[in-house]
Every structure is written in C-alpha cells, then in structure tokens.
C-alpha cells in the first residue's frame, strides 16, 4: 500500500487554485466538441468483459508507450490473452513517470474503479486488475453510465460521410438518455485521391449512403452534399478535417474533371495533381460547412503512417504517427481569407500538432476575427502530442499572450476511450493552478468572481456558445 499521490489537491499548488477549482470547476458539465469514441457502443450501452476490453484496447497513447519499453506487440495489439496483456500495460507504468500517461493512468484508476491506495506496476498488477474487474459487474458500468458519471452533457462523435448514422437516431429517439450524442461530419476519406482502389471503394459506400450514382465529379459532389444534409438532420453542426496543411493551390474545374475521372478508372496521380484535387475538396467542404453555419475543425500538421511495416500489419491510427513541420502560414492565411473575401468564413477551430506553430497559429487567428462571434477564429486546445500538462500550458499562454483567453472553448479528448474524460479534469486543475500561479505573483487580481467566471466559461459555457447547441 501506498500513500495517494492523486489526492483532492492534485496539481493544485496554491490556495487561489483550490478556491478556483472546488467552487467553479469542478462541477461544470462536460462539453466534448470532438472525440472518437464508437458510437455504436453508445447506442447499444455497451458492457465490458473486463478492464483490458474498456482500457487498453483502443488507445493508441499507451501502445506507443509500451513500444517504447520493449513489449511485444502480441501483448499490445496481437493475440495474448486480456491478463498478460494488462500485465504488459503494468509492467510499463512505472516507466512512464513524467509522461502524461503516468498522471491519466492514475487518474482513471481512482476516478472510475476507486483505486488510490495503490500504484500499478508489476507486483499490484493482479490485485488491480481483479479490483476493477469487480467494478466493472458490480456497478453495472457501461458506457452510458461511464459518460454520467463524469457529466457529459454534449459529446460530438467523429463520423465519415458514408456511414449510416443509424446509431446517432437510435441514441437521439432513446428519452432515457438525456447525453446529447451528435455526429460530426469527417470528409477525410473524400481527399484521399492518391489512393484509387480505397477511394473508389469508398465511393462504392458514398453511393449507397446517398441513394446516388458517382458517375464524375458533380456526381460525386452532390452525393456529399446529399450527406451533408443527412447530418445536419441528424443534429450536426461540425466538419472536421485532418490536414497536413491547408491545400491552397489554384486549379480549374477542368484540371479536378480530369483528375477524378482519371483515378476512377482507376489509374495513379502524381503527387502535384493529387494536391490540386484536395484543394478543390478543402474549398467545396468548407463552403457547404459556411453555409449551414456550422464550425469547422482543421487538424493541421500530423506526420501520419510512419512506419509503413507496421501500416501494413496493423493499418492506420495505431500508434505511428508523429509530427510534421509543413509550412502552415502562407496557406492557412490563404484559406481563410478565400472565404473571408466572399464574406462567409465560418467559425474555425485551428488545431496545430507542432508546438513550434503556437504562437504562429493564434497570430493568424487574430486577423480573421469580427463581427458578433466572440473569437469567431479558435485557437483549438492543446492537441494529441500537446495535450500534456507542459503542452496545455503552453497552448494557453500563447493564447494569453496574443488572443482572448477568457474566450476560449476549452478541453476536449480527442479520444477512443470512455475512460479518457478524467482529462477534462486533469485539464481544470492546470486551468486552476495557471490562474493562480499569477494571483499569487501579483500579475492577477484575487477576484474570485472575476476569475472564477473565466473558469467557468472555458470549461463548459464557451463551448456551449460557440457550438450553438
């Protein structure tokens, strides 16, 4: 047995933090604007058999991690049993110190299965892991009740054009559960022109999503917008794209007729035409996004599918993407005032991967706000490799230091894990603990209400604004 070390006061470090977090953070609601998780699992309430099925299955953060410590990947993502595989898991915690992983790792294990008298590593493997195997029949968790009981009151999954969306009404008709669950609208696979047998295989499913016929490229654009609208009726008021920069180059309809009549015979671009294409998407995406007046995501600069031996093995978002330093300034700058021009620039959240883009990223942010949308241009929170504590502070000084971070929509999870809202937690009290930091230097008023308002509206009422639902 230990002595707890993620305690009430955790990452609290001054009196002004704990007043900030106890009277104004805590309890906020849960507004998580983007995620991952499988929605299907919603709809159907979905048990887990044990915690290795809810834990480790779908997080790619903690197979990096066991990489790294030399584990095999059949205890990660292969055919060991559930047990080894979470002993694997325990046997590299201990390693992880000073990784976020460390912090969340506990975090999840004292806020959903009531273990704080224990750290996990190889010797306390067995006793946790029969622990909150015992919560998860007793306490009937599922994955409803794992949203309840963390305050989730909006959650905006992310979903390609082509799925069905079934599982979206099925939650919405169920009035025994009052967590809105709403679709967000993900074109990535519409972009990935340089692939010709996935691409027209997913077109295949675009048809039959859209009750529509792809025979070119204006086809091809009204079965999206056919899509688009179909998510709009099902409660969508977000498109989200996964960039590696924001594609600008100038292209004639001609130059995209071709292009995509070319890859639908099936036949390579080159890297230039297949660049022009995504430029042609961006711009079409954007404008249907402008005009229902929803907010768009742009997730800039992930450096994807680096070890191509193991994209082979184990396919994408498994653990194997890094960060990219594309220039993002000159088109970012470009895109936005394309639309700016023509006076329909939706709300945008700007995600940037590399640290280094910060301050880059808000500047730009700053010369396309106006009119009645506070900070109509977000500097989205801190992102994937960001989302540690240095990285969320760093995200919110910059913020601080060139915008308005009393407008900001907060945290989000970005995750495939029912356990993963404890971050949102883990974020408040490095939220609290930065505001107090200044109070207790002198650089802040101590005015509780003034603050404690600030607190407020980044973690729930923001976001709640911005989103308009």
Not at 175 to 196: C, G, M, N, Q, Y
Not at 412 to 424: K, Q
């Amino acid at each position: 047995m230990t002595d707890p070390f993620i305690t009430e006061n955790f990452l609290l470090q001054n009196e002004t933090a704990r007043g900030l977090y106890f009277e104004f953070a805590r309890n906020m609601p849960i507004f998580d604007y983007h995620s991952h998780l499988p929605v299907r699992e919603i709809a159907e309430d979905a048990q887990f058999l044990n915690i290795v099925q809810l834990w480790l299955s779908h997080d790619h953060y903690k197979w990096r991690a066991m990489r790294a410590n030399g584990i095999d990947e059949r205890y990660i993502t292969g055919v060991a049993e559930d047990y080894a595989k979470f002993k694997a898991w325990a046997k590299t915690v201990p390693y992880t110190v000073r990784n976020p992983l460390y912090h969340w790792t506990h975090l999840e294990l004292k806020t959903y299965f009531h273990v704080e008298d224990m750290l996990l590593n190889s010797e306390t493997a067995a006793r946790i892991y029969s622990r909150c195997n015992e919560v998860l029949k007793r306490e009937s968790v599922s994955s409803r009740n794992l949203l309840k009981k963390t305050h989730v009151k909006v959650l905006c999954t992310t979903d390609d054009p082509a799925d069905s969306l079934d599982y979206h009404r099925r939650i919405a008709e169920d009035d025994s559960f009052d967590i809105e669950v709403l679709p967000t609208f993900r074109p990535d696979r519409a972009f990935l022109i340089e692939e010709p047998i996935k691409f027209n295989e997913w077109i295949s499913r675009l048809e039959e999503a859209s009750e529509s016929t792809v025979g070119n490229l204006t086809d091809f654009v009204s079965a999206l917008r056919r899509r688009h609208d179909a998510f709009q009726t099902a409660g969508c008021r977000s498109a989200d794209h996964g960039l590696e920069y924001p594609y600008t180059e100038p292209y004639t309809i001609r130059d995209i007729e071709r292009i995509f009549d070319t890859v639908r015979c099936g036949k390579d671009l080159t890297s230039e035409k297949a660049v022009l294409f995504k430029s042609y998407m961006l711009r079409e995406c954007a404008q249907m996004t402008a005009e229902k007046h929803w907010v768009q995501h742009l997730h800039l600069g992930a450096l994807r599918n680096s070890n191509t031996r193991y994209m082979k093995l184990l396919g994408s978002d498994s653990g194997f993407d890094g960060i990219g330093d594309f220039e993002i300034a000159r088109p970012l700058v470009e895109f936005l005032d394309y639309f700016e021009r023509k006076h329909c620039l939706p709300k945008t959240v700007l995600y940037n991967i590399n640290p280094c883009d910060n301050e880059l990223v808000v500047s730009i942010a700053g010369c396309f706000q106006g009119g009645s949308v506070p900070s109509k241009i977000q500097f989205g929170p801190g992102w994937w490799f960001n989302d540690t504590k240095e990285g969320m502070i760093r995200q919110m000084n910059a913020l601080s230091n060139l915008g308005l971070f009393s407008r900001f929509i907060g945290m989000t999870t970005d995750s495939r894990s029912f356990l993963s809202f404890s971050r949102h937690d883990y974020f408040r009290r490095i939220l609290c603990n930065l505001l107090g930091e200044d109070v207790e230097k002198g650089e802040l008023p101590k005015d509780m209400g003034l603050l404690g308002s600030i607190v407020q509206d980044i973690c729930y009422n923001n976001a709640s604004s911005y989103f308009r639902i």
